[in-house]
T-cell receptor, first 112, second 114 residues
Framework: KNEVEQSPQNLTAQEGEFITINCSYS?????LHWLQQHPGGGIVSLFM???GKKKHGRLIATINIQEKHSSLHITASHPRDSAVYIC??????????????FGSGTQLTVLP | DSGVTQTPKHLITATGQRVTLRCSPRSGDLSVYWYQQSLDQGLQFLIQ???????AKGNILERFSAQQFPDLHSELNLSSLELGDSALYFC?????????????FGPGTRLTVL
């Protein structure tokens, strides 16, 4: 079982729809990151969370530490939101376990 | 633009060869991370440096090595290349390398081993 599980793997939406991507993890973490990978391959850090909720523009990220679960929401989705969204967690134990462990990503396609 | 630069963008080479990937972190960032993204394994952490010293090691093969120089740029050396080493290699940087740092990713180097 992977330490970080994302769902769904693929998501197709119509422009304007509200989108939710989920991430579950099985280890204790110090932080959870949401990343966006563009079709060209570049990776952008969207959020880093250790508790609660963060909002940036049309993007909202939440985390529930007790349930080991995070969600990324996109309101009023747009075709330019089409990308792979990756959840990554940073562990609390020492050494390599404190580094980022990545989910397999969610491929989002927003149709006009 | 994250401020992290990586060269080259693309690299095509043959099995058994050795290559060097270069990364320059954002101005002021002391920590550099290397990641490998392959089709079958996804993104994986390879190694982290902080101010010239190795801080953590992940799934890095013995054929791979890295270093961070006094000017804080970093190089990832891949030797005795195999077909399975074909992947996107990302460098990221952060201010201090702490667990709550935001990491800024470079554009990546796409390595193709033929």
């Amino acid at each position: 079982k992977n330490e970080v599980e994302q769902s769904p793997q693929n998501l197709t939406a119509q422009e304007g729809e509200f989108i939710t991507i989920n991430c579950s993890y099985s280890v204790g973490i110090s932080a959870l990151h949401w990343l966006q990978q563009h079709p060209g391959g570049g990776i952008v850090s969207l959020f880093m969370l250790s508790s609660g909720k963060k909002k940036h523009g049309r993007l909202i990220a939440t985390i529930n530490i007790q349930e080991k679960h995070s969600s990324l929401h996109i309101t009023a989705s747009h075709p330019r939101d089409s990308a792979v969204y990756i959840c990554a967690v940073r562990g609390v134990t020492s050494g390599s376990a404190r580094q980022l462990t990545f989910g397999s990503g969610t491929q989002l396609t927003v149709l006009p | 633009d994250s401020g992290v630069t990586q060269t080259p963008k693309h690299l095509i080479t043959a099995t058994g060869q050795r290559v060097t990937l270069r990364c320059s972190p954002r101005s002021g960032d002391l920590s550099v991370y290397w990641y490998q993204q392959s089709l079958d394994q996804g993104l994986q952490f390879l190694i982290q440096y902080y101010n010239g010293e190795e801080r953590a090691k992940g799934n890095i093969l013995e054929r791979f090595s890295a270093q961070q120089f006094p000017d804080l740029h970093s190089e990832l050396n891949l030797s005795s290349l195999e077909l399975g080493d074909s992947a996107l290699y990302f460098c990221a940087s952060s201010v201090s390398g702490g667990s709550t740092d935001t990491q800024y990713f470079g554009p990546g180097t796409r390595l193709t081993v033929l």
